[in-house]
């Protein structure tokens, strides 16, 4: 009998807004992320590349993850990422979100030195995960070698699956690669994998993934929930087809300044299109040919006064 996933549907890696003092904005971290769940999310990835993690200190990754948490979401919906290049920051992280009580943990590889050994890659999470010492531990691999430029072969999948049973229990993957993505699904069917776009979420669904975690969720996770609800239904390939397209517009535009400077223009708050250096606010005249390509091409808008 298979396992009911730990999570599964439209996850989203929650954007961090910033205040005037250049630091994440605890109040407006919060108001998305709420936002984002009644807008059709069913759990959140806070502190992975579109959150611009690897630019925030950890006490301020800890502390805004407290805040969602005093805020009232339920952190058995949260799983934030904790993978960084050192075992005891990685483990820090990681122990501090168990102590939370959050449904899983993401994790990039340790990704400054290239070409690491599968060996030295399979140390690095087995120290992480004896260090946390912790049966509530549920760790999803961060495949994404297109950034990092180091990844999870099947191989090292197997065996990390293998040794730590009930704890490495899933993958989110942000290779671009559906031939890597319906690999995994063929070798693990018990496993939790996550398309990295929802440029492969039918597809996904459609042989056995668990949803998707994606950067476009911030905006337009209505459609992808709509889709994930109705897969099996005679209009999903149309569905597909409509969330493949915006998805597609949104990303010819870089794509982290570009969602901020979405959301910063129909919440009216300029604020909202800061970003954490080397981010930096996209320029004006672009972020106003994106918004207005979206709309014209897409009918997109985003109403932050209602949700789904």
Known sequence: MKVPPNFSGVIAPVLTPIGEDGAPDPDRFIEHAEWLLEDGCTALAPFGTTSEANSIGLDDRMELLEELVDA?????????GTGTCSVADSAMLTQHAVDLGCGGV????????????????????AQVIDEVGDDRLRVYLYHIPPVAQVGFSLKLIERLKNEFPGIVVGLKDSSGDWSNMKAILEAFPDFELFPGSELFLLDGL??????????TANVGARAMRRLYDNWRGPEAD?????????????????????????????RQDEGWAEGLPPFTPLPKAEAERAIQLLAEQHNFRLDFAEAA
């Open 72 to 80: 009232g979401i339920d952190p058995a919906k949260l799983m934030p």
């Open 106 to 125: 993401l994790m990039l590889p340790p990704f400054y030195y290239k070409n690491p050994s599968e060996e030295g890659l399979f140390r690095f999470f």
């Open 206 to 215: 459609r042989h056995g993934a668990a949803g998707v975690i994606s950067a």
């Open 238 to 266: 149309a569905m597909q087809a409509e969330i493949s397209a915006l998805r597609k517009t949104i990303q010819s535009f870089p794509m982290i300044p570009t969602l901020k400077a979405l959301i910063a223009h129909y």
